[in-house]
Nanobody
Framework: VELVESGGGLVQAGGSLRLSCAVSGGTISTYNKAWFLQAAGKEHQFVAGVTWTGTITYADSVSGRFIISSDNAKNTVFLEMSGLKSEDTGDYYC???????????????????WGRGTQVTVSS
């Protein structure tokens, strides 16, 4: 299974970006999917996730500003980001994995497949 992110870039604070994650070699409708942020010198931070049944969860820091969605026909996951802040800066990774009861949607250990990331820089 391969995940390829796109859509990152440089944006001013308050601006918007749309990230995409194209998945090949697997069917996303059967996976949990999520976006994680890795800021410089930090661990992966959960941003948003959607279970294979469609339940959506957001980190408190992005709730009301970001929207995660998936298009099963296109096997693609999206992250619509608005009201961007400097603290949103970092590398955004798409993750997917078969649902397992021992892991919550926000636990990075629960994902088998990861993309290489796309960089987002928010200037203030």
């Amino acid at each position: 299974v391969e995940l390829v992110e796109s859509g990152g870039g440089l944006v001013q604070a308050g601006g918007s970006l749309r990230l995409s994650c194209a998945v090949s070699g697997g069917t996303i409708s059967t996976y949990n999917k999520a976006w994680f942020l890795q800021a410089a010198g930090k661990e992966h931070q959960f941003v948003a996730g959607v279970t294979w049944t469609g339940t959506i969860t957001y980190a408190d820091s992005v709730s009301g500003r970001f929207i995660i969605s998936s298009d099963n026909a296109k096997n693609t996951v999206f992250l619509e980001m608005s009201g961007l802040k400097s603290e949103d800066t970092g590398d955004y990774y798409c993750a997917a994995g078969a649902p397992r009861a021992k892991y919550s949607i926000s636990d990075s250990s629960g994902y088998n497949f990861w993309g290489r990331g796309t960089q987002v820089t928010v200037s203030s």
